[in-house]
């Protein structure tokens, strides 16, 4: 097969676009590694989950595509980004003396076995119980947003309650742990690609009188053992 | 015709693999925490795999409420990464060691 | 009628129980009469039980009582149960009427110490045990009131227990018993071993001793004497008597005259079915009285306390009770029992009214003269010397008389220690009497000394009232007067038995009631068969003997100073106390303490420290684990998730 048909093969085959997909995220994924600046790490970080979002096109959940796309991509990794601004840590890395000794070796060795016996184990054929889950069939009649649509809000109701709840948890969370006494730029507010404004109040008055100020100090002294005093 | 299965599944190993050690490698703690979510993004393509593959929907449910619980967590953890690391420059996650026994 | 038994034992322990519960708030003198009804109450029913059985025929004589069932163990069956016989009623009537009598002084006597309810506490439990003592049908049941009148005595010895001197005779006095209760247990063990039972009918009864071998009988009844010995304070066991004086003198009287020692002479009398058979034991037991009697007496001839003189001639006494027993004649052991039980505790408690007169002083040799200030005293004690001293014809001397005419009969060596110790007993009591009641008041220029009751390192130099914290009253150094009748008519009771004492066996006139009353109690008494003009003779001997004793004490010592005549052997008891500690109780005490460093300190504690040590060793050794780091924590965690992967990889089956 000459050079052309193999390209015309690569082009019309699935396996192009699972090549383009891998190929997009171990580049991703070995950029995150290995990027010196978190900055490129971030944007290596996009590049992957592009990647994985071009791989579930691939296999069918659209919606869920699309759904990496805008949460992780335009929302996560724009989160990173802004605490890699906020805390200064894009410029050069002072590298200071490492208190632990370096874990690599032992790092790469973990990861090294984990792929290996996760690749054994994926051959394994045993771990199929043929039981039927709650949810629809992937093939069939009807659009997979439908499908999915139907299988969360009928089938698995009561995760989806949960999840909201834990969400509203983590926003509480977020605009706790990060209240401040008097800084500005004190409150990121830390949302998702939800529409709640931030709640974080302006720094300065108005803070210690609320029923959270007990736990604000406690918990900033206590998590800033060198800080230069405020 | 599709890839086969099994070549997703060693993708995922691989992606899975690679966050691990990039989380025991790195010294940054927002590095670190961005190779637990290359970890997480493994672990979806893995799901989505088996949904195709056993021909089941819940696969994709899973991947959808992966996705949400990761969103929450990134939130939280930022929050307490930043609390920690105000104005600190090339913190480290060494830096915080005293609870220690 | 017999049922009254009950009450014997019953009535002292209710009084315990009310003065244990009451006491404090019956207050003296409420709670001293609470104790004086109850041993009266007692004294009462013994009477009644003892008309009931003098109304019987001889031969029926015995009943036996019982209360409920002890311990019915496998092969073991013990029984709490009373025995009515004419030995026990013997015991009973004089331990329960000499009770009373000592109640009543007790309370003139304690009065205004704050431990006067304590007191008859304990009064009213010594009454219960010994009870239980004398009427209890089988040996468990008895040697229940052996140790519980050792611990009274431990109680009451210790009663001033502030005192450190008090509080160490008290401990001695208790060991010293348990010394000899180890031989009282090891004899039940044999008992039990050979017959099966430790009832007093299936050890003693004829049955079951026909056919028993001499060893088993000897070793037996020889175990027996040595828990008689302990407690009956004979050589070498009676080096707690003298000391136990630190106790109140009511308690001396009681105690370590009347009952609590005579409990030893009533045990080898219980056992004489088993005596006959045990010839080797019938001379250790002669023996043994007979030194005892003669060694004490010799002791008391230089003792300076007016109650440690009357203990060692309790001693000597005792003495004269086991020679009578070794030699067989029961009875008239009881009988020289009976008699100094009067006498002694006369002496005692005409002894306690000079110590309370004189505001707590115990020296003679701080007295004198005492007679024109205390004529009812003198009078009482001077009736108690006399008997004692075996002058015709007070009680003492036809109990003495016929000892001795029985221990001619068993060998003229312990005859001849027997009227030695007469002549020294006369000796030392005239001593005693002279240097109390007549000659110099030497008292007026002695200093008041400190009482016992304040302790006398309590550094009140003797100006407090005893038993007080107030001043003391004038009356310390005011002339000494006759006590109250509480005091008093206890002493005039106890005088007229030791005055007529002697005509409950006189041995003419068929006036010898109690041999006919004890005599079928001890079928195996060795008859005395001396002739009579032998007897003349030796009735004769004893009473030159005692008399030149007598003269001599008395005129002796009209004067207080005759050092030659009281060597440092004798006033320090042959060195009995010293040669113990140095042989017994040293090494004992470098043992204990040697063993208390190793294995205590050592041993135990090193152990049980180490293991403390080697938890906090181990577990700051597993707290490295934690160094704060949080990529060791992941890498734990992704070490964690590959073993986790290994096993499912290499998992065989399903």
């Not at chain 1, 926003?171 to 706790?176: G, Q, Y």
């Not at chain 3, 009067?342 to 002496?347: E, G, T, V």
């Not at chain 3, 005395?528 to 010592?557: D, E, I, N, Q, Y």
Request: proline content about 4%; aromatic content about 10%.
């Amino acid at each position: 097969m000459n050079l052309l048909a193999a390209t015309q093969l690569a082009v019309d085959s699935a396996w192009a676009v699972y090549a383009v997909g891998a190929l997009l995220v171990v580049a991703g994924a070995a950029g995150v590694v290995l990027q010196r600046n978190p900055v490129h790490c971030a944007l290596a970080l996009v590049t992957a989950i592009f990647g994985i979002a071009l791989l579930f096109v691939d296999q069918g959940a659209d919606f869920l595509a699309a759904v990496q796309i805008i949460v992780y991509a335009g929302a996560i990794v724009i989160l990173f980004l802004f605490v890699i601004m906020l805390l200064g840590v894009d410029r050069k890395e002072v590298r200071p003396p490492a208190k632990l000794r370096s874990l690599a070796p032992a790092g790469i060795v973990v990861g090294v076995v984990a792929v290996v016996e996760l690749l054994v184990l994926s051959q394994v054929h045993y771990w199929a119980t043929g039981y039927k889950g709650a949810a629809e069939a992937l093939n069939g009649p009807g659009e997979n947003v439908q499908k999915l649509g139907q299988s969360i809000f009928a089938s698995y109701l009561l995760p989806f309650e949960m999840t909201s709840v834990l969400l509203v948890i983590a926003v509480v969370a977020a605009v706790i742990l990060v209240r401040r006494n008097a800084q500005p730029g004190a409150s990121a507010g830390h949302k998702t690609a939800a529409s709640a404004r931030p709640v974080a109040k302006a720094p300065g008055a108005g803070q210690a009188t609320t029923a959270e100020a007990p736990d604000q100090p406690a918990a900033q002294q206590a998590h800033e053992p060198g800080a230069p005093g405020r | 015709m599709t890839v086969p299965g099994p070549w997703y599944l060693v993708l995922a190993a691989c992606l899975f693999g690679i966050g691990a050690t990039g989380l025991l490698v790195r010294r940054n703690i927002l590095v670190m925490y961005m190779c637990i979510e290359l970890m997480l993004n493994a672990v979806n393509l893995t799901f989505v795999t088996f949904s195709r593959m056993l021909n089941d929907l819940g696969g994709q449910d899973a991947v959808f409420f992966v996705l949400v619980v990761a969103a929450a967590e990134v939130v939280v953890g930022l929050g307490i990464i930043v609390a920690i690391y105000r104005r600190r420059s090339g913190a480290t996650a060494d830096d915080i060691s005293s609870l220690k026994g | 009628m017999v049922n009254a038994a009950y009450a014997i034992v019953a009535l002292p322990l209710i009084g315990f129980v009310i003065n244990l519960v009451l006491g404090r708030r019956l207050g003296e003198p409420t709670a001293g009469w609470v104790g004086t009804v109850a041993a009266g109450g007692s004294f009462v029913a013994t009477l009644v039980v003892w008309a009931h059985m003098l109304g019987q025929a001889t031969a029926h004589r015995t009943t036996d009582l019982t209360i409920f069932t002890w311990f019915p163990v496998a092969g073991l069956h013990v029984n709490a149960g009373l025995i009515v016989d004419p030995l026990s009623m013997t015991m009973a009537l004089f331990v329960t009427g000499v009770s009373t009598a000592i109640h009543m002084y007790s309370i003139g006597y304690m009065h205004r110490d704050p431990g006067f309810d304590r007191f008859f506490v304990y009064l009213n439990l010594f009454l219960f045990s010994m009870a239980v003592l004398v009427l209890a049908d089988n040996f468990l049941f008895s040697f229940l009131g052996w140790e519980g009148v050792g611990f009274c005595s431990y109680g009451l010895v210790g009663f001033w227990f502030q005192r450190e001197v008090a509080a160490v005779a008290a401990k001695k006095a208790f060991v010293t018993n348990r010394v000899g209760d180890t031989g009282f247990l090891l004899a039940m063990f044999l008992m039990f071993a050979h017959f099966g039972s430790l009832d007093y009918s299936a050890v003693l009864g004829p049955v079951a001793l026909h056919g028993i071998a001499g060893t088993t009988a000897t070793a037996i009844t020889l175990l027996l004497f040595l828990g008689a010995v302990g407690k009956s304070a004979q050589i070498p066991l009676f080096i707690w008597l003298p000391d136990a004086m630190e106790g109140p003198t009511p308690i001396s009287a009681l105690i370590h005259a009347a009952t609590m020692v005579t409990a030893g002479v009533y045990l080898m009398a219980r056992v004489a079915p088993m005596l006959q058979y045990a010839h080797a034991t019938a001379w250790v037991v002669a023996s043994v009285g007979a030194g005892t009697a003669l060694v004490a007496a010799t002791i008391a001839c230089s003792q300076d306390d007016i109650k440690k003189a009357l203990a060692y001639s309790t001693v000597s006494q005792l003495g004269y009770m086991f020679l009578a027993i070794g030699a067989g004649d029961y009875v008239d052991g009881l009988f020289h029992m009976l008699t100094h039980a009067f006498f002694k505790a006369l002496l005692f408690l005409s002894a306690g009214a000079v110590i309370h007169a004189l505001g707590d002083c115990q020296d003679m040799k701080l007295m004198g003269g005492l007679r024109k200030y205390l004529p009812l005293t003198t009078i009482v004690f001077g009736a108690g010397w006399l008997a004692i001293s075996g002058m015709p014809p007070f009680a003492g001397f036809w109990s003495k008389d016929a000892i001795l005419a029985s221990a001619w009969q068993m060998n003229k060596a312990l005859w001849a220690a027997g009227v030695l110790t007469a002549g020294l007993t006369a000796y030392y009591m005239s001593r005693q009497f002279a240097l109390v009641f007549s000659g110099q008041a030497r008292w007026r220029e002695a200093r008041p000394v400190a009482s016992p009751r304040t302790g006398g390192d309590h550094g009140t130099g003797g100006q407090e009232a005893p038993g007080t914290g107030l001043p003391a009253p004038a009356h310390a150094e005011a002339t000494p007067k006759d006590p109250s009748w509480v005091m008093a008519v206890p002493l005039v009771v106890l005088a007229v038995g030791a005055v007529l004492g002697g005509l409950i066996n006189l041995p003419f006139f068929h006036m010898d009631f109690l041999s006919k009353f004890l005599g079928p109690a001890f079928p195996t008494a060795t008859a005395v068969r001396v002739s009579s003009s032998t007897k003349f003779w030796l009735f004769w001997a004893t009473l030159a003997v005692a008399g030149t004793g007598l003269v001599l004490g008395l005129r002796t010592w009209q004067t207080a100073a005759h050092p030659r005549l009281e060597p440092r052997f004798l006033r320090r008891a042959w060195y009995v106390d010293d040669i113990l500690a140095a042989t017994v109780s040293g090494p004992m005490r470098a043992v204990a303490s040697g063993l208390a460093f190793v294995m205590d300190r050592k041993l135990v504690d090193g152990l049980v420290n180490g293991v403390a040590g080697s938890l906090a060793l181990s577990s700051r050794v597993v707290r490295r684990v934690q160094n704060g780091y949080v990529r060791t924590y992941a890498l734990g965690i992704g070490i964690g998730v590959v073993v986790l992967l290994t096993y499912l990889t290499f998992r065989t089956g399903s």
